[in-house]
């Protein structure tokens, strides 16, 4: 199947509900986008049909209800009401992995302990790092990444645009990222000096 090449004549067919056109979409997404997409990410088999069907479904109610303004990018998102919709399958508690032991299923209900202390090591650093920052970078980083705020709302509350929304949250990472470079030297110089 080669490339398709979306516009606004094809996405006046999605909201009128074509069926030829409807058909295309299922098909053309199900085996170029999402299937390899959700298998990659390994998903279970046996549920990837499932999270295909939640996406199109989701993508079908978002066409027709006129909310896509750029035809050509369609495929675009898609793809992201895809990652929407594993996200959410990450999030399910029953999507969790099991493990066997003697022929006996037991359900894992969180990390172990190793896990648990390593997490909340990487969470010490992380928020160490962030106390190192701007006063503006530490808020836009804490919400956006900690807090899972909505971008819209982030924008809202410091009176920015996205782009320059993208511009705080990139300067702010390769800032992160020098502070976490230079604790890392001072560790390793500690540990040679001890």
């Given amino acids: 199947m080669e490339f398709f090449s979306f516009d606004a004549d094809y996405v006046r067919r999605l909201e009128t509900q074509d069926s030829a056109t409807e058909e295309h979409f299922v098909a053309y997404f199900t085996s170029r986008l ?32 006129q909310a896509i303004r750029q035809p050509e990018a369609l495929g675009k998102f898609v793809s992201t009401t895809g990652d929407y919709v594993w996200k959410e399958f990450l999030r399910d508690p029953t999507n969790r992995p099991h493990e066997d032991v003697d022929g006996v299923d037991i359900a894992v209900n969180g990390p172990g302990p190793e896990d648990a202390l390593r997490q909340k090591e990487v969470k010490a650093r992380i928020l160490a790092v962030l106390k190192k920052l701007p006063s503006r970078d530490q808020l836009v980083l804490r919400g956006l990444f900690l807090l899972e705020k909505d971008k819209d709302a982030i924008c809202k509350e410091f009176g920015i645009d996205r782009v320059h929304l993208r511009l705080i949250v990139h300067r702010a990472l390769l800032k992160a990222r020098r502070c976490l470079d230079e604790d890392e030297l001072e560790s390793d110089i500690e540990s040679a000096d001890g």
Avoid: C, E, M, N
């Fill in 34 to 65: 999402l299937r390899p997409k959700f298998s990659r990410r390994g998903v279970p088999a046996d549920q990837i049909d499932d999270l295909v069907q939640d996406t199109l479904i989701r993508a079908l109610q978002k066409v027709r209800g």
